[in-house]
């Protein structure tokens, strides 16, 4: 019963053509890209060639106010030569391994997401050959000007907040603590949110060192290695007055005397401003698996699920999620035709990078399509995450359970309007709220 992913093995850097390949934001490669590949004799260096491209593909997260992604913040900042230089092995192998820059839908996916983050070919080999070469640094006159990343007064990406939702209290993560899973439940209370209003954007920010990931829904979005959701003009969902909100923590950290922290982790939400017009509402499902028993020390373990649209619609991102024994996601589409197709395959899942898998343009799927999720889960002593492989294990809120889950956004193709400011219909489909 259990299925093999499609794709296994992540294809090698080098072999892939680099116009083949989109990077998140494209600007011209390094002029000195040739000599890259040429030998230690011509190795590129630091402020010529290496900077642009950590500026263009790492420094989102690698800087010193790096982006904050669900609690996932970039251990060091490649910024400066000499904190890079430092960590130019461990740069090096980071790409050649294409553990970074964090992306993991599979190779055919290539240009179909908006929010892929995948190095080219040409700049993997820059940073490689400058590592390789001693990590020269070249002219300072050569290094481009200092990228500038947007961030408002309060620090917060997407603006100033409408409503921050935090922790009830600050919580007190001990010095013996190396990993806990704490859970807080919030009730939004009436005074901050008097009525329902229409979310425009969600951000989130750890309160402290020691938070390795938040995960709160209704808000969601928001994973570890998830950024900001910003929701494009027009589209949008509905946060009713009285909203409960649950608040996964995971605190990290190394234990010992003195590590000990407080943490009071919080979200901020941007609404749409009055007047303004929603004419998409984002719906969703979550394929949700409920029924799953893995069985003890089961390397691949698979289940499934499906939903079938009854109406038109575009679909705009999917979001798999499963726990700590996640091992790969496939969601494959059925056309009423009969037509198969895969919609989005992650070989390697990582519970760590719970990306959002956003279409570049949104997937049309005629009434009667059929989406099938499948996913498979690593019970075995293998998988390094697993903190018990000699236990059957099934849905479960904490961590170290389970869960299956296969976010899926979409919207109906045919635009409406909604007047925000105007009272929001109770009889509205409940939206999607990942
Ligand atoms: C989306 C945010 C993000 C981007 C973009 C990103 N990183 Fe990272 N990086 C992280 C986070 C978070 C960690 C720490 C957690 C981990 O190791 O997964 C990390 C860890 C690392 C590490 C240390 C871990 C190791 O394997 O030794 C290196 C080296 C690294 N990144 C290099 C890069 C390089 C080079 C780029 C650009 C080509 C890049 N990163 C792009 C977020 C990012």
């Known amino acids: 019963m259990s299925r093999r992913p499609l794709v296994r093995d992540v294809t090698a850097v080098a072999s892939i053509s680099a116009s083949a390949l989109l990077v998140a934001c494209a600007t011209s490669a390094p002029e000195t890209t040739a000599s890259a ?193 910003v929701y494009p003009d027009g589209l949008g969902t509905v946060l009713r007055k009285g909203t409960t909100v649950t608040f996964n923590m995971h605190y990290h950290k190394e234990p010992g005397a003195g590590t000990a922290v407080w943490d009071q982790s919080e979200a901020a939400i941007v609404f749409y401003e009055p007047g303004e017009v929603i004419e998409h509402v984002v719906e969703g499902n979550d394929l949700g698996m409920f029924r799953f028993k893995i069985p003890p020390n089961d390397p691949d373990y698979s289940f499934t699920s499906e939903y079938t649209f009854e109406k038109e619609a575009e679909i705009v991102w999917l979001t798999p999620h499963m726990h700590l024994r996640g091992k790969s996601a496939l969601y494959e589409i059925t056309y009423p035709d009969g037509q198969l197709d895969t919609l989005l395959h992650v070989p390697e899942y990582d519970f760590n990078w719970q990306h959002t898998y956003t279409f570049d343009e949104p997937m049309h799927v005629p009434a009667g399509t059929t989406i099938d999720l499948t996913l498979w889960w690593d019970n075995s002593a293998g998988n390094p995450y697993n903190p018990n492989p000699n236990r059957e294990v099934g849905w479960g809120r904490p961590t170290t359970d389970e869960m299956g889950y296969g976010f899926m956004s979409f919207i109906e193709v045919e635009p409406r309007r909604f007047v925000v400011g105007e009272p929001i219909p109770e009889n509205l489909r409940r939206g999607n709220e990942r």
């Not at 500026?55 to 000499?82: D, I, K, R, W």
């Not at 839908?105 to 700049?123: I, M, Y």
């Open 37 to 229: 590949s040429s030998g230690p004799a011509s190795a590129p260096t630091f402020y010529a060639d290496v900077l642009p491209v950590l500026q263009e593909n790492c420094q989102v997260c690698h800087t010193e106010e790096g982006l904050n992604l669900g609690g996932m913040v970039a251990p060091m900042a490649f910024t400066s030569y000499s904190e890079t230089a430092r960590h130019a092995a461990r740069i090096a192998r980071a790409v050649e391994s294409r553990r970074m820059p964090p992306w993991h839908a599979a190779d055919q996916h290539l240009g179909q997401f908006s929010n892929e983050r995948v190095l080219d070919a040409a700049d993997a080999a820059t940073i490689i050959a400058w590592a390789r070469g001693g990590a020269p640094e070249g002219d300072p006159s050569d290094a481009p000007p200092p990228r500038v990343f947007a961030s408002s007064e309060t620090g917060w990406s997407i603006g100033e907040p409408d409503l921050i939702v935090k922790l009830p209290s600050p919580y007190f993560v001990h010095d013996s603590i190396e990993d806990q899973y704490v859970d807080f439940v919030v009730t939004i209370p009436e005074d901050q949110l008097p009525t329902d209003r229409w979310v425009k954007s969600v951000e989130f920010r750890p309160g402290s060192s020691a938070v390795h990931h938040i995960i709160a829904s209704p808000l969601g979005g928001i994973a570890p290695g998830v950024g900001p959701r």
